[in-house]
């Protein structure tokens, strides 16, 4: 089992976070039109899994922001923004932020948390339990995971430069 920090407070996660190598785990998140999306729907894509905690918090906001002016250019990458968000509000996020780009879909886990749990960034305790820490994973068109990236500090960035440069190796 993992730890991160908040603020430098430890918080623990629940599962093992899948090394590079290791086939993806499957999971299931919601759309922002409800409908489910799963591993299987992205199969023979490079895909970019994203995990955090709420798009309505400053960092995440960013990283996602981030993630799609970096991934919108490329061809062949898939990014998916997981968060504990409503479907309804992550859409809305997209629309204030512009961001409707193909390469980057939103998924929330309101109904169903075999993201963060099979990917070991469940938050299983405190003020966040529920919700799920910051975290990257590129997954190759085969599902394999080749890059995990659990980030030390909850409201620290990901290395965006790091994720694109192995997502890029995939294409």
Same mark, same amino acid.
């Given at each position: 089992?993992?730890?991160?920090?908040?603020?430098?407070?430890?918080?623990?996660?629940?599962?093992?976070?899948?090394?590079?190598?290791?086939?993806?785990?499957?999971?299931?998140?919601?759309?922002?039109?409800?409908?489910? $999306?799963?591993?299987?729907?992205?199969?023979?894509?490079?895909?970019?899994?994203?995990?955090?905690?709420?798009?309505? =918090?400053? +960092?995440?906001? $960013?990283?996602?922001?981030? &993630?799609?002016?970096?991934?919108?250019?490329?061809?062949? /990458?898939? =990014?998916?923004?997981?968060?504990?968000?409503?479907?309804?509000?992550?859409?809305? &996020?997209?629309?204030?932020?512009?961001?409707?780009?193909?390469?980057? /879909?939103?998924?929330?886990?309101?109904?169903? &948390?075999? &993201?963060?749990?099979?990917?070991?960034?469940? $938050?299983?305790?405190?003020?966040?339990?529920?919700?799920?820490?910051?975290? +990257?994973?590129?997954?190759?068109?085969?599902?394999?995971?080749?890059?995990?990236?659990?980030?030390?500090?909850?409201?620290?960035?990901?290395?965006?430069?790091?994720?694109?440069?192995?997502?890029?190796?995939?294409?």
């Amino acid at each position: 089992m993992a730890q991160v920090t908040l603020k430098g407070n430890p918080v623990p996660l629940e599962g093992s976070i899948p090394k590079p190598g290791d086939k993806a785990p499957d999971f299931k998140v919601a759309k922002q039109d409800l409908s489910d $999306i799963t591993l299987k729907d992205l199969a023979g894509k490079v895909k970019i899994l994203v995990a955090v905690p709420s798009l309505d =918090t400053p +960092v995440c906001a $960013i990283e996602t922001k981030k &993630f799609n002016e970096k991934v919108a250019k490329e061809n062949g /990458i898939t =990014t998916l923004i997981i968060s504990g968000d409503l479907p309804f509000a992550m859409k809305r &996020f997209c629309t204030t932020e512009g961001i409707n780009s193909d390469n980057l /879909i939103t998924g929330s886990q309101f109904k169903d &948390f075999s &993201f963060s749990k099979n990917y070991g960034t469940h $938050i299983s305790s405190g003020p966040l339990a529920g919700l799920s820490a910051r975290a +990257v994973f590129v997954v190759d068109k085969d599902d394999v995971v080749r890059y995990t990236e659990l980030v030390p500090e909850i409201g620290s960035e990901p290395n965006y430069d790091t994720v694109l440069a192995e997502a890029k190796k995939l294409v």
